[in-house]
């Protein structure tokens, strides 16, 4: 009997038992605050029991709360099938073919509208019924790597991912597509960008901000779009592929070591920072905005460097910040610290004795700056020149989480002091520039009447 009441407990379960409603039933809720029609849908175990939630007609979800119920009746019932009707992806002569590797979660679902339930679809077969639009664009194959959230990526994910790429590219693939949580997609985007050299293809890295239930869904034509710039593209990089306007309008291409997540829900929320993004794609065309990028090949050859240290840190300073941080970090064995420092690279004088022995007990330590653009500039100030004769090498214009995962792939070759400097500051796949160029640092202020002026006349 409770089966049909999936995840409810506690006063929500009584108030769903009281007026004999199911999950899954197409219900009419008469509240304090108005009438709602919609399923009602299952709930974690985790989630309260003060809420029903039920998905409205519109595509959205709301939750009501109990005590506000008045009355609830069910008119109608479709139990959930959790299956997405298959069909066969047809192979198109003269289509690229294109390898989308999975690393948890799903790239592309549908809803049952029926039901409320959200259908995963990962195969071939499963992508066409969900998104059959990918039959004009690539000959597309999948394979699952990792059923992770992203938070849960790292270095041994990355290393297999890394190598999961290299063979395919080497059987002769036209394209990459790597399905991705969107949380640290700028981190695994940045590793792939150091393991894989020398790439003769695209290597496109896709996730969406808005579940597949709802209608403002952005995970279809990401997936599109993304497989546009893998089988189509001359891009040879490492690129994150994500709305660029929160509209429907293009996506954006961002090299893999100058993206970062910048909002935690808008569609838009990835970022070109210090620079501008490769290039513009949309279903039917890829729109170049640089030039200098490496081009696709017609070879099958790549470079994987699959290593990586997993003792490495960031330490974000703050005001007050005390030395036990580092301390802690050199006593439990790290082998490398990225600071993201104030200003042009900065942190307290009670932060030096801990920064002096960890130097001398050969931890790496390396500057970027908490502002996100800008160089460090480490000796303009008397501050910076101090820490620099501590050991504390300044990291240009490297990104801090792009910073940290390079220390980890670098002291995952060597830990010889001037071999890691070298490597850290070569430049790789755009990581450090010679310099920003004019428009690589943009941020509208709103309420500004200029502002105000540009939005009312190109966006909203």
Same mark, same amino acid.
């Given at each position: 009997?409770?089966?049909?009441?999936?995840?409810?407990?506690?006063?929500?379960?009584?108030?769903?038992?009281?007026?004999?409603?199911?999950?899954?039933?197409?219900?009419?809720?008469?509240?304090?605050?108005?009438?709602?029609?919609?399923?009602?849908?299952?709930?974690?175990?985790?989630?309260?029991?003060?809420?029903?939630?039920?998905?409205?007609?519109?595509?959205?979800?709301?939750?009501?709360?109990?005590?506000?119920?008045?009355?609830?009746?069910?008119?109608?019932?479709?139990?959930?099938?959790?299956?997405?009707?298959?069909?066969?992806?047809?192979?198109?002569?003269?289509?690229?073919?294109?390898?989308?590797?999975?690393?948890?979660?799903?790239?592309?679902?549908?809803? *049952?509208?029926?039901?409320?339930?959200?259908?995963?679809?990962?195969?071939?077969?499963?992508?066409?019924?969900?998104?059959?639009?990918?039959?004009?664009?690539?000959?597309?194959?999948?394979?699952?790597?990792?059923?992770?959230?992203?938070?849960?990526?790292?270095?041994?994910?990355?290393?297999?991912?890394?190598?999961?790429?290299?063979?395919?590219?080497?059987?002769?693939?036209?394209?990459?597509?790597?399905?991705?949580?969107? *949380?640290?997609?700028?981190?695994?985007?940045?590793?792939?960008?150091?393991?894989?050299?020398?790439?003769?293809?695209?290597?496109?890295?896709?996730?969406?901000?808005?579940?597949?239930?709802?209608?403002?869904?952005?995970?279809?034509?990401?997936?599109?779009?993304?497989?546009?710039?893998?089988?189509?593209?001359?891009?040879?990089?490492?690129?994150?592929?994500?709305?660029?306007?929160?509209?429907?309008?293009?996506?954006?291409?961002?090299?893999?070591?100058?993206?970062?997540?910048?909002?935690?829900?808008?569609?838009?929320?990835?970022?070109?920072?210090?620079?501008?993004?490769?290039?513009?794609?949309?279903? *039917?065309?890829?729109?170049?905005?640089?030039?200098?990028?490496?081009?696709?090949?017609?070879?099958?050859?790549?470079?994987?460097?699959?290593?990586?240290?997993?003792?490495?840190?960031?330490?974000?300073?703050?005001?007050?910040?005390?030395?036990?941080?580092?301390?802690?970090?050199?006593?439990?064995?790290?082998?490398?610290?990225?600071?993201?420092?104030?200003?042009?690279?900065?942190?307290?004088?009670?932060?030096?004795?801990?920064?002096?022995?960890?130097?001398?007990?050969?931890?790496?330590?390396?500057?970027?700056?908490?502002?996100?653009?800008?160089?460090?500039?480490?000796?303009?100030?008397?501050?910076?020149? *101090?820490?620099?004769?501590?050991?504390?090498?300044?990291?240009?214009?490297?990104?801090?989480?792009?910073?940290?995962?390079?220390?980890?792939?670098?002291?995952?070759?060597?830990?010889?002091?001037?071999?890691?400097?070298?490597?850290?500051?070569?430049?790789?796949?755009?990581?450090?520039?010679?310099?920003?160029?004019?428009?690589?640092?943009?941020?509208?202020?709103?309420?500004?009447?200029?502002?105000?002026?540009?939005?009312?006349?190109?966006?909203?």
């Amino acid at each position: 009997m409770l089966d049909i009441f999936k995840g409810y407990k506690g006063r929500a379960l009584e108030v769903l038992k009281s007026f004999q409603a199911r999950v899954w039933g197409d219900t009419t809720v008469e509240t304090t605050r108005g009438k709602f029609q919609g399923i009602i849908l299952p709930r974690s175990e985790n989630d309260d029991d003060k809420h029903i939630v039920i998905k409205l007609i519109t595509g959205y979800n709301v939750g009501i709360d109990v005590d506000t119920i008045l009355e609830m009746k069910e008119t109608g019932y479709k139990e959930a099938h959790y299956k997405i009707p298959e069909r066969e992806f047809p192979f198109t002569e003269g289509l690229p073919k294109v390898k989308l590797f999975g690393t948890g979660g799903t790239i592309a679902s549908r809803l *049952d509208y029926r039901t409320g339930a959200v259908i995963p679809a990962f195969s071939p077969g499963e992508l066409y019924g969900a998104v059959p639009e990918l039959a004009d664009i690539c000959n597309l194959d999948t394979e699952k790597l990792f059923a992770v959230f992203s938070e849960n990526m790292g270095p041994e994910q990355y290393k297999k991912l890394a190598i999961s790429i290299g063979e395919e590219i080497k059987k002769g693939i036209d394209g990459i597509i790597i399905g991705h949580g969107t *949380d640290t997609m700028h981190h695994t985007a940045a590793a792939m960008s150091y393991m894989l050299q020398n790439l003769p293809v695209p290597v496109i890295m896709v996730g969406s901000q808005r579940s597949s239930d709802r209608p403002s869904s952005d995970a279809a034509l990401n997936l599109m779009h993304a497989a546009k710039a893998a089988g189509h593209s001359d891009i040879a990089e490492v690129m994150v592929n994500m709305f660029g306007p929160t509209s429907d309008e293009y996506a954006l291409l961002h090299q893999g070591t100058r993206v970062r997540k910048m909002h935690s829900s808008y569609r838009s929320t990835f970022r070109t920072i210090g620079d501008t993004p490769i290039a513009m794609v949309t279903r *039917d065309e890829i729109i170049p905005i640089k030039t200098d990028y490496n081009k696709r090949r017609t070879d099958c050859k790549v470079d994987v460097y699959p290593y990586f240290e997993e003792r490495v840190a960031i330490a974000y300073y703050y005001p007050n910040m005390h030395p036990d941080i580092i301390d802690a970090l050199t006593d439990n064995g790290y082998k490398g610290i990225v600071i993201a420092g104030t200003g042009l690279g900065h942190i307290n004088k009670p932060l030096y004795p801990a920064i002096r022995r960890a130097v001398e007990k050969g931890v790496h330590i390396y500057m970027t700056v908490q502002t996100l653009w800008g160089f460090v500039h480490m000796f303009v100030y008397d501050t910076g020149r *101090d820490l620099m004769s501590m050991g504390i090498v300044p990291g240009e214009n490297l990104l801090p989480e792009v910073a940290y995962i390079k220390l980890g792939w670098v002291l995952g070759q060597t830990t010889d002091p001037e071999e890691v400097k070298r490597l850290m500051l070569t430049p790789v796949a755009g990581d450090i520039t010679d310099g920003e160029p004019y428009n690589g640092y943009l941020i509208f202020q709103g309420g500004i009447p200029e502002v105000e002026e540009f939005i009312r006349k190109y966006h909203k």
